[in-house]
């Protein structure tokens, strides 16, 4: 049995694509002007709901990323974590080839990844038979494809995984691949998330209630505020390239960061509601802290990059939970949700996250949490409410929590 070794992690590429911008730097740019990225959908028909916008990348072209070769049978989310691989790659200067392609691994968090897919092609065989469907289009039908044709496409031999967990899939799959480096089975793993916009988990989401604007009022994004009452549904994905850090010295890469720590822990007694929930995300924050040789001050915790989607439940639990862990520095640690932006794009959000605390490190900014009006009594930390604010950062907290108990917690750290 291999054991987990003391090998450090660190970040050498980003590649993302998110309703607010594509590729790192327009990412960064448009999170520090407090961008949003809802609009009109037009990716299916939204007549019959009463809501008619989301998180859309309505800019995405997938042949200025990949090409058209092979386009044809790949489905949306294939293509967008595909195209943010692309990104990533480039951005890390890493070349693949035969000697250290085996030393390379893919870990992709996906949960409805592949839900249009699977509508579409079982629609086809329940109406006109099996014997007519389309045999090309069925690898999309299984959730692993996203992170499969990553690897087919930029010949990545070593190991492939794709993670599940809802909220948590995107830090969930950063954990797992930081396991795999430690544990010496890769030098180099591409790890993030991906999630579409479809009219399937779009009417999923409708029908549980769990849309602010389902009433006819306008959809609004707004964590933390007293008006909240739902997400805006939104698609995003994200690569962030892991590199063991003597590997990463070796071939002259740029370190943009440091995995300092992480950990997950989940809560029997969550549910949808988040009423009962709390205990899973303190036990994966503390993990994570003790992980990172941190103490849960000022001193140590510059930034937390918070799970909160505007929803009452996830965002006063979570606010709860900063005070418990935090207790009287709570007040003082900047806590803002970049979902107020990009929305909620469920397994691919914890890897957005991660990518916008690579740029609040880099770029010395704390995200906004745009939208903050109404204050709520039981949601009264420091918010960075709707502007960004200037700060040298060396260490961010990043947190995520699932309504059915999963709850993750990374920390990223400066590169001394």
């Not at 990059?305 to 900063?322: K, Q």
């Amino acid at each position: 049995m291999k054991m987990i070794t003391d090998r450090r992690i660190v970040v050498t590429g980003i590649g993302v694509l998110s309703p607010i911008g594509i590729g790192r730097d327009d990412y960064w740019k448009a999170l520090f002007h407090g961008k949003t990225g809802f609009n009109a959908i037009t990716l299916f028909d939204t007549s019959s709901f009463n809501i008619h916008i989301a998180g859309e990348i309505s800019d995405f072209n997938p042949v200025l990323f990949l090409g058209k070769k092979g386009l044809r049978d790949l489905d949306r989310s294939t293509r967008l974590i595909c195209s943010a691989a692309r990104l990533a790659i480039e951005d890390s200067n890493l070349e693949i080839s035969e000697e250290n392609t085996h030393s390379m691994g893919v870990s992709i968090g996906t949960t409805f990844g592949s839900l249009h897919s699977i509508s579409q092609f079982d629609r086809v065989g329940l109406i006109e038979g099996p014997r007519f469907v389309n045999p090309s289009h069925f690898p999309n039908t299984v959730i692993n494809s996203p992170a499969s044709q990553v690897s087919i496409r930029f010949k990545i031999k070593g190991f492939n995984t794709t993670i599940s967990t809802g909220f948590c899939s995107g830090l969930d799959a950063l954990y797992y691949a930081a396991d795999f480096i430690k544990l010496n089975r890769a030098d180099v793993v591409f790890a993030g998330g991906v999630e579409e916009l479809c009219e399937e988990t779009f009417l999923g989401f409708y029908k549980l209630d769990y849309l602010s604007g389902i009433d006819g009022s306008e959809p609004l994004s707004c964590p933390f505020d007293a008006r909240r009452n739902g997400i805006i549904l939104s698609e995003g994905a994200a690569i962030i390239v892991l590199e063991d850090e003597a590997y990463a010295l070796n071939r002259g890469a740029n370190i943009l960061a440091a995995v300092r720590g992480y950990g997950n822990a989940f809560d029997p007694s969550a549910d949808s509601t988040y009423k009962h929930a709390g205990k899973g995300l303190e036990n994966a924050i503390n993990i994570a802290l003790k992980d990172a040789s941190l103490s849960p001050s000022p001193e140590d915790v510059d930034y937390i990059s918070a799970s909160a989607n505007s929803t009452r439940g996830l965002d006063r639990m979570e606010t709860a939970v900063i005070k418990e862990v935090f207790g009287r520095y709570a007040s003082d640690i900047p806590v803002s949700s970049i979902k107020s932006m990009v929305g909620e794009s469920f397994s691919a959000s914890g890897a957005l996250s991660l990518a916008s605390a690579v740029g609040v490190i880099q770029n010395g900014f704390i995200p906004p949490t745009i939208s903050y009006s109404g204050k709520d009594p039981e949601c009264d930390l420091d918010y960075v409410p709707n502007k960004a604010r200037q700060k040298e950062v060396n260490t961010v907290l990043i947190t995520s929590s699932d309504p059915y108990g999963q709850n993750t917690a990374v920390v990223l750290g400066r590169y001394k």
